[in-house]
């Protein structure tokens, strides 16, 4: 157990020193840029950096002065201590990797109000000053002696990340026409006008056109340059739009404000291709470095193993659109172990058989694997019995049935604090997906990702 424990004032002398030292990250600028606020370039931006006067990325100035306040309050004079004044003076930057050596040493006592005046100093590692300053404080009268605090791990996840990836190489491409049924929302609409501007698609906005411009002006949303189909209702909407894709003349479907579970059968019967229907999610988890897909949590209620096998085939498609070249596919069931009484690792086990006789292609596959085993290395490592190469690092989750499918998927948005977006695979042309809480990022992310996979499928 570790303790903090302070210097009274009068256990203090003239000349006493104290020191720490630190070295700079890049979590280091991006926690201190959360916390204040300050999200100057210089300090965030390497592109913007390097071509300013040091060339580089640089820590806040202030970092510094937070190095001093810790020495202060925690070693000399230690807790207790009341801050008065602080100078600082700057003269060199601290880059990344820099370890800085904050020294503070005491100059003057005054005994009628406990004060002192010290000398501050920030040294980098060739001993040159960074930081120099005074600083008076009003030291502790008696002795204080604490359990050092045990602070929280932070876990620094920039929030659409993944998704501002996928929008920059959505820009790349062609931009497919997307029917968009019934935009009868402020975020149905605003979604495909945003991609619009994007250059991501060129949405084709399919209803009754009153009620597509009454949303527009209510949400203050520009429909200037953007292309109307009348029709007379919203049923109406989603018929044209289907047969806008039997004819080959729009590149995906938006569900806009159709419900998907109404638009599923129309869109199996009409824009067949031979695949089964399946819905994948691309999810940005925080604490997750790569993008992570779930699939089927949406149409197939009970696959059985052919299903189950074209959902993994989909679901690969999709991760190859990613980039992904050789996706780990982690076949999911409560438990490793190949067991009777559960049918899900029996179809598991019977999944990475087809995928080792070449069955189901483009993917390493393993299963049964339970969810955490699937995502977390540290469980995987605890896993008894075998090897994994998909176990701790799985880019697609192959759910058991829907119920779990759309479970893990609601979990990891509500819980976890992930993004999500999805697209209807195997029809003719993608559908894409959003649910009634999805913002604009999500839907713009479901054009980009429909760009991508149109322009791969295409090539």
Not at 240 to 246: G, K, T, Y
């Given at each position: 157990?570790?303790?903090?424990?302070?210097?009274?004032?009068?256990?203090?002398?003239?000349?006493?020193?104290?020191?720490?030292?630190?070295?700079?990250?890049?979590?280091?600028?991006?926690?201190?840029?959360?916390?204040?606020?300050?999200?100057?370039?210089?300090?965030?931006?390497?592109?913007?950096?390097?071509?300013?006067?040091?060339?580089?990325?640089?820590?806040?100035?202030?970092?510094?002065?937070?190095?001093?306040?810790?020495?202060?309050?925690?070693?000399?004079?230690?807790?207790?201590?009341?801050?008065?004044?602080?100078?600082?003076?700057?003269?060199?930057?601290?880059?990344?990797?820099?370890?800085?050596?904050?020294?503070?040493?005491?100059?003057?006592?005054?005994?009628?109000?406990?004060?002192?005046?010290?000398?501050?100093?920030?040294?980098?590692?060739?001993?040159?000053?960074?930081?120099?300053?005074?600083?008076?404080?009003?030291?502790?009268?008696?002795?204080?002696?604490?359990?050092?605090?045990?602070?929280?791990?932070?876990?620094?996840?920039?929030?659409?990340?993944?998704?501002?990836?996928?929008?920059?190489?959505?820009?790349?491409?062609?931009?497919?026409?997307?029917?968009?049924?019934?935009?009868?929302?402020?975020?149905?609409?605003?979604?495909?006008?945003?991609?619009?501007?994007?250059?991501?698609?060129?949405?084709?906005?399919?209803?009754?056109?009153?009620?597509?411009?009454?949303?527009?002006?209510?949400?203050?949303?520009?429909?200037?340059?953007?292309?109307?189909?009348?029709?007379?209702?919203?049923?109406?909407?989603?018929?044209?739009?289907?047969?806008?894709?039997?004819?080959?003349?729009?590149?995906?479907?938006?569900?806009?404000?159709?419900?998907?579970?109404?638009?599923?059968?129309?869109?199996?019967?009409?824009?067949?291709?031979?695949?089964?229907?399946?819905?994948?999610?691309?999810?940005?988890?925080?604490?997750?470095?790569?993008?992570?897909?779930?699939?089927?949590?949406?149409?197939?209620?009970?696959?059985?193993?052919?299903?189950?096998?074209?959902?993994?085939?989909?679901?690969?498609?999709?991760?190859?659109?990613?980039?992904?070249?050789?996706?780990?596919?982690a076949i999911l069931s409560a438990v490793e172990e190949v067991t009777p009484a559960l049918p899900s690792t029996l179809d598991a086990a019977a999944l990475c058989k087809m995928a080792h006789r070449g069955q189901i292609t483009g993917a390493v596959l393993d299963g049964p694997l339970a969810f955490d085993t699937a995502i977390s290395m540290v469980a995987a490592k605890t896993m008894p019995g075998r090897g994994s190469d998909v176990a701790g690092q799985a880019d697609i989750l192959v759910a058991p049935d829907f119920e779990a499918g759309k479970m893990i998927a609601k979990q990891l948005t509500h819980l976890a604090g992930a993004e999500m977006t999805g697209l209807l695979m195997g029809a003719k042309v993608p559908v894409l997906t959003a649910g009634r809480?999805?913002?604009?990022?999500?839907?713009?992310?479901?054009?980009?990702?429909?760009?991508?996979?149109?322009?791969?499928?295409?090539?």
């Amino acid at each position: 157990m570790q303790y903090i424990e302070n210097r009274t004032f009068d256990e203090i002398a003239v000349g006493d020193v104290a020191e720490m030292a630190r070295t700079l990250t890049a979590e280091d600028i991006e926690l201190f840029a959360v916390m204040s606020g300050d999200v100057n370039p210089a300090h965030l931006d390497p592109e913007f950096a390097k071509d300013e006067i040091f060339h580089k990325v640089i820590a806040h100035g202030m970092w510094g002065g937070a190095l001093i306040s810790a020495v202060l309050g925690t070693k000399l004079p230690g807790p207790g201590t009341i801050y008065l004044n602080q100078s600082l003076s700057f003269r060199r930057p601290v880059g990344l990797g820099d370890t800085i050596t904050t020294r503070v040493t005491v100059r003057e006592k005054h005994a009628d109000k406990s004060r002192l005046v010290l000398d501050c100093a920030c040294l980098n590692d060739a001993g040159k000053p960074v930081i120099l300053g005074e600083a008076e404080v009003i030291a502790p009268d008696h002795k204080i002696r604490r359990e050092r605090a045990h602070l929280p791990d932070v876990h620094l996840h920039h929030h659409g990340a993944i998704y501002d990836r996928l929008l920059a190489r959505g820009r790349e491409f062609h931009s497919p026409r997307i029917a968009v049924i019934a935009p009868a929302t402020q975020a149905t609409l605003e979604g495909p006008l945003e991609a619009r501007r994007l250059g991501i698609s060129d949405p084709l906005l399919i209803g009754p056109e009153p009620m597509i411009r009454r949303v527009a002006d209510d949400a203050g949303l520009s429909l200037d340059g953007a292309e109307i189909l009348h029709t007379d209702s919203i049923s109406a909407a989603q018929e044209a739009a289907l047969a806008l894709a039997e004819a080959g003349e729009v590149d995906a479907i938006d569900q806009g404000t159709i419900r998907i579970d109404k638009l599923v059968k129309p869109v199996r019967a009409r824009l067949k291709t031979g695949r089964i229907l399946s819905h994948v999610v691309a999810l940005d988890v925080p604490g997750y470095q790569k993008p992570l897909l779930v699939t089927d949590g949406l149409v197939n209620v009970a696959p059985d193993l052919d299903a189950k096998a074209g959902i993994i085939r989909n679901a690969i498609d999709l991760a190859h659109t990613l980039l992904i070249d050789q996706p780990r596919v982690a076949i999911l069931s409560a438990v490793e172990e190949v067991t009777p009484a559960l049918p899900s690792t029996l179809d598991a086990a019977a999944l990475c058989k087809m995928a080792h006789r070449g069955q189901i292609t483009g993917a390493v596959l393993d299963g049964p694997l339970a969810f955490d085993t699937a995502i977390s290395m540290v469980a995987a490592k605890t896993m008894p019995g075998r090897g994994s190469d998909v176990a701790g690092q799985a880019d697609i989750l192959v759910a058991p049935d829907f119920e779990a499918g759309k479970m893990i998927a609601k979990q990891l948005t509500h819980l976890a604090g992930a993004e999500m977006t999805g697209l209807l695979m195997g029809a003719k042309v993608p559908v894409l997906t959003a649910g009634r809480n999805d913002g604009m990022r999500a839907r713009v992310a479901s054009a980009a990702l429909a760009s991508l996979y149109i322009t791969r499928r295409g090539a």
